[in-house]
């Protein structure tokens, strides 16, 4: 259920978004739900996103061992 739930996410951010959606989505540790968030803010341009993301990444990579 939880595995379904995430893949009707992701596909609700594909079908809104497009390629800013798997931009989002291909950050290690992004899940749809992060890339929701992120998506929800305004850009000015590719490189605000893929900073954005990055950023994501890092927290993740922070705060992982935490998780469980």
């Given at each position: 259920k939880?595995?379904?739930r995430a893949a009707?996410?992701?596909a609700e951010l594909f079908s809104?978004?497009?390629y800013r959606a798997v931009m989002a989505l291909s950050g290690r540790g992004?899940?749809?739900k992060t890339a929701g968030r992120i998506l929800e803010m305004v850009f000015?341009?590719?490189d605000e996103l893929t900073r954005k993301v990055?950023?994501?990444e890092i927290r993740y990579a922070r705060t992982r061992?935490?998780?469980d």
């Open positions: 939880k595995r379904f009707m996410m992701a809104e978004y497009g992004v899940g749809p000015a341009d590719e990055f950023g994501e061992r935490f998780w």
